[in-house]
């Protein structure tokens, strides 16, 4: 069985920075696109930025020049730096992977709570 854990959440204040890290683990023959999504009070989970297993990378409007997505295919990881923090950035952050094993299969971590004070 797969699973995705999620670090590196917590409180910080506007402008501030945190990384965020989710590592795959089980029986993994491969994994192609990754991502991270988040989650306001009251809305629908959004797409926040993803990274395919070459390396490209896609981030939402919000976020672009401030977050960066990277991954270690020999670690199974994915990372999300966030930099210049703010308050409508609070949310959980989920995330995201499409899985082989060998079937594959769209995994999803816990979630990790993000939350930026002004």
């Known amino acids: 069985q797969v699973q995705l854990v999620e670090s590196g959440g917590g409180l910080v204040q506007a402008g501030g920075s945190l990384r965020l890290s989710c590592a795959a683990s089980?029986?993994?023959?491969?994994?192609?696109?990754m991502g991270w999504y988040r989650q306001a009070p009251g809305k629908q989970r959004e797409l926040v930025a993803t990274i395919t297993s070459g390396g490209n990378t896609n981030y939402a409007a919000s976020v672009k020049d401030r977050f960066t997505i990277s991954r270690s295919n020999a670690k199974n990881t994915v990372y999300l730096q966030m930099n210049s923090l703010k308050p409508e950035d609070t949310a959980v952050y989920y995330c995201?992977?499409?899985?082989?094993?060998?079937?594959?299969?769209?995994?999803w971590g816990q979630g990790t709570q993000v939350t930026v004070s002004s």
């Open positions: 995201n992977a499409a899985i082989r094993t060998p079937g594959l299969n769209d995994c």
């Open positions: 089980g029986i993994i023959f491969s994994i192609n696109g």
